[in-house]
């Protein structure tokens, strides 16, 4: 469903991704692990169309469409969903009504009905249950003084209530101490489905003992330098990234 | 970026919803300022010989005084002899004594602003005066207000009916003699309203008063006096536009609020007149004096204001904490975009034990607007134990426009305290793509972040007002992203 073809970026002159490629079915989960720098924040937010980031060679096909042409919002609406490293304060901004307007957003684009209050609530209601997310916090504004942990679960509730069809969490791991490791975790796979994607970018091996992966990938220096199944993790968690950078060097 | 100026530049230049003119017959006084003039507007009002005198009395103040300058404002010196100070739409009689005798064209110009005269029609539970340039045309829901004793009408009228509370309030906060506008506006004012709560009384209504200048080349110099007598409440709200031209009309407002013991003013302001072009050419210059005096203890005066139109803006609502544990407060949201400048905000001046204030002022500012807090907190001698509390935030949309901060503080008592925060923020990429990658389009995610700034100001207002408020926002920031 999702197919990248040497993929070239540039931000602010400077190469950052140098011919990436990737092919992700659908109801597939893949993870990407890679060493700070080497370009994985940057692969996400190519993907979910940020600005700044400069496409200068290559192609980007989600179900057969060119993802390239298309705006955050349109891409958001065929459902691509990035639970971003560092989510974003909107101070003033209801966490609900938020919630509320990008549901609705979403579901107007794919030409559904907008949920009305009370089916809305409930949905929340039940879908903030699921990530043990307090409703204190659904009162609140965006992300405002929430703490680490609360943030990573909001994008978790975020990403439970719009339902994408590829869901990339970048980093959503970092950050989190066990408990709320585990509750995120419990919250990524109770979304597993055949019919949703989930790209995974972490650092540490930890989160795929919660969140099992059918692929793990190494990007390092802006290219998939290897590919495997998730006994590729482990190796790396016990012999670091050094030797995956030598063979391919080699 | 390059490509989101531009995309500032363009939502920026959203048009202007009110900017129709309407045909309506008129008694237009000719360009001009004398004494003559002065005889004139209180002759065609009928009034009394001490309200003439009062104006003249004024008008010969106003010779002696300069314009101010120091304001953080740009514009070309205001000729006032090319100003008309009076204008009438043309009727039979002397007045509207009912709706059935207001041009219809007149109400259909309400209509189209969203304000239905007709009480049938009218915002349930709210009561409104329209003045139309120099005067006011219909007041609705006189009759339920009379019962429970408030008067609600035209100051003209009420210099007639109520000539002893007029005598003894007007200019009592405002006096002629304050500032060059407001000295203009006590020689000149044409028309405005008046209010009077009696005491211990809830007014059971919103009241509201909707300015609108037609004519061209007219000013409108209106005039509101609000006095709520001990342990009244009242809740007012005004609202205004003008139509689109070319040249630069002069709205020189003086409002007067009087609270007495125990009682509580609530004066909310949604500010639309017309702005100007993209280009800066036209717009209403907006000078406008407006002071509350909490005169008896435990008596609260509120500002909330929403300034999104005007070429300039100069207005710093403001209160007279005289009575001991009166407060006061000031919430604003100022809007400028094109080439609009506003210089806005409050003055607070505690004079009795215990006072309290609180300001919150909101700006900001897209395209080539400027906008500029002025804020003075002024604990006096006797003010023991006051307090002030000033959040003063700036929010930048684009990097062509500008946001001032100017906060005063003067305190001569030592145990009053003060305390000012004060932040400045641009809608930032993050934001908005944050936003966008939750499905909402650049402008939602634009008014949704501008609302959430706006937040504390917009919930002071009554709820149809904060819509209507919102709405307006969203208007005035169409196409602005960035
Ligand atoms: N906005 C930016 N401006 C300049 N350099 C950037 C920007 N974003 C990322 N980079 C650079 O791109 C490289 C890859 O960053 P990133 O994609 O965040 O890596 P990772 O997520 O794998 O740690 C780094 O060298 C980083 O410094
Ligand atoms: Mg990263």
Known sequence: MLSINNLHVNVDGKEILKGLNLEIGRGEVHAIMGPNGSGKSTLSYVLAGREGYEVTAGEILFEGRNLLDMSPEERAWAGIFLAMQYPVELPGVNNMNFLRESLNAIRKARGEEELDAVAFMKLVREKAATVELDDKLLKRSVNAGFSGGEKKRNEILQMAMLEPKLAILDETDSGLDIDALRIVAEGVNLLRSPERSIIMITHYQRLLDYIEPDFVHVLADGRIIRSGGKELALALEEKGYAWVLEEDAA | MKA????????????????????????????????DTIRFISAKKNEPEWMLDYRLKAYHHWLEMEEPDWAHLRYDPIDFQAISYFSAPKKASDGPQ????????????????????????????????????????????????????VIFCSISEAVHEHPELVREHLGSVVPHTDNYFAA????????????????GVSCPMELSTYFRINEAKTGQFERTLIVADKGSFV????????????????????VELIAMEDAKIKYSTVQNWYPGDENGVGGIYNFVTKRGDCRGDRSHISWTQVETGSAITWKYPSCILRGDDSVGEFYSVAVTRGHQQADTGTKMYHMGKNTHSTI????????????????????????????????????????????HTFPYIEVRNPSAKVEHEATTSKISEDQLFYCRQRGLKEEDAVSMIVNGFCKEVFNELPMEFAVEARKLLNITLEGAVG
Do not use: W
């Open chain 2, 184 to 199: 203009l506006n006590a020689a000149v004012f044409s028309d405005g309203t008046f209010v009077y709560i009696p005491e």
């Open chain 2, 360 to 403: 919150v002022s909101k700006g900001i500012s897209a395209a080539h607007g400027q906008n500029a807090y002025r804020g003075l907190v002024r604990m006096g001698i006797k003010a023991e134990n006051a307090r002030n509390h000033t959040q003063c935030d700036s929010l930048l949309i684009g990097d062509q426009c500008g946001a």
């Open chain 2, 98 to 149: 009912s709706l059935d005798e207001v041009d219809p064209e007149l109400l259909a110009t309400y209509e189209k602003l969203g304000i239905p005269l007709e009480e049938q029609k009218a915002l349930a539970g709210v009561a409104v005066d329209a003045v139309f340039d120099s005067v006011s045309v219909a007041t609705t829901f006189r009759q339920q207000l009379a019962d429970v004793g």
């Open chain 2, 235 to 254: 809740s007012y709200l005004e609202g205004c536009t003008a139509p689109m031209r070319d040249e630069n009309q002069l709205h020189a407002a003086v």
């Open chain 2, 4 to 35: 989101q100026q531009d995309e500032v530049n363009d939502l920026v230049k959203a048009g202007y919803e009110h900017g129709f003119v309407s045909n309506v017959a008129s008694d237009t006084l000719p360009p001009g300022l004398d004494e």
